[in-house]
Nanobody, 115 residues
């Protein structure tokens, strides 16, 4: 069973920063476009940011200019640097690895931003 291991969530005050990490098996990471999604209570899961194997990135409008996605191919890890956090960023954040024909998900990490 493929496991994506997320870390870095927690409680932070509005305006603060957090960095999420997601480690994937090398057999998956090398071929995957990686992404972060989030799901707030009572809402559907939504895309936050994605990064291709070549490093091209895409962001939700709500996080542009505040969040940065990056990947370390040597460590098989993708990161999400979150700055200027807002209470509306509160959600469970999920790591995703997308390879041709399949999509893998992590268990999620809670991010809570207090006002």
């Amino acid at each position: 069973q493929v496991q994506l291991v997320e870390s870095g969530g927690g409680l932070v005050q509005a305006g603060g920063s957090l960095r999420l990490s997601c480690a994937a098996p090398g057999s998956i990471f090398s071929f995957a476009a990686m992404g972060w999604y989030r799901q707030a209570p009572g809402k559907q899961r939504e895309l936050v940011a994605t990064i291709t194997r070549g490093g091209s990135t895409n962001y939700a409008d709500s996080v542009k200019g505040r969040f940065t996605i990056s990947r370390d191919n040597a460590k098989n890890t993708v990161y999400l640097q979150m700055n200027s956090l807002k209470p509306e960023d509160t959600a469970v954040y999920y790591c995703n690895a997308d390879v041709p024909g399949y999509s893998y998900w992590g268990q999620g990490t809670q991010v809570t931003v207090s006002s």
